[in-house]
T-cell receptor, first 115, second 113 residues
């Protein structure tokens, strides 16, 4: 069964350092999402791609976060510089269609700890 | 804007007992509604969803949920809890024509032997 892949699974970094996360969606899925999940809360959408284009990045802190999906396949989320408040689980999800009724498939996530 | 409220951040039931996890939504138009489950250190897995049609929706692992428009609710139930049901459960809403999922805060389900 096809799955969304994410790496690394765990990342510890110091405050002010740069960090990057990678996501490989299920093959053929045009829509890709990055979510941030703070401990004890539900996931919050950071950015949504349709193929290589950003559809929604209204909740992405653009002064320090960036995301790209250059060839419309895999994606990278970067934080520079990292802050203590960025400690969270970063989830990637993909979907075969851009309609709201279609299931999103989630990867295992990257747990980031900023010290 | 749409929102989701999950009543009870932590629910504890005995093995074999009824599971009831509550979800209320706020939306100006009929939404799509979802329940996801998250096991420790894993991503989210879809349990069930309501889009249109029958308001009682059956999902995986014996779970079901009923969409009640008059109560703006989408509560999740399972007749008999199993130890393997222990996890975090998230209710989510999206609007027809929009792609964004808005999640509730989550309910941690504990099963007592």
């Amino acid at each position: 069964e096809a799955e969304v892949a994410q790496s690394p699974r765990y990342k510890i970094t110091e405050k002010s350092q740069a960090v990057a996360f990678w996501c490989d969606p299920i093959s053929g899925h045009a829509t890709l999402y990055w979510y941030r999940q703070i401990l004890g809360q539900g996931p919050e959408l950071l950015v949504q791609f349709q193929d290589e284009s950003v559809v929604d990045d209204s909740q992405l802190p653009k002064d320090r976060f960036s995301a790209e999906r250059l060839k419309g396949v895999d994606s990278t989320l970067k934080i520079q510089p990292a802050e203590l408040g960025d400690s969270a689980m970063y989830l990637c999800a993909s979907s075969p269609h851009k309609t709201a009724s279609v299931e999103q498939y989630f990867g295992p996530g990257t747990r980031l700890t900023v010290t | 804007a749409q929102s989701v409220t999950q009543l009870g951040s932590h629910v504890s039931v005995s093995e074999g007992a009824l599971v009831l996890l509550r979800c209320n939504y706020s939306s100006s138009v009929p939404p799509y509604l979802f329940w996801y489950v998250q096991y420790p250190n894993q991503g989210l897995q879809l349990l069930l969803k309501y889009t249109t049609g029958a308001t009682l929706v059956k999902g995986i692992n014996g779970f079901e949920a009923e969409f009640k428009k008059s109560e703006t609710s989408f509560h999740l139930t399972k007749p008999s809890a199993h130890m393997s049901d222990a996890a975090e459960y998230f209710c989510a809403v999206s609007l027809q024509g929009a792609q964004k999922l808005v999640f509730g805060q989550g309910t941690r389900l504990t099963i007592n032997p």
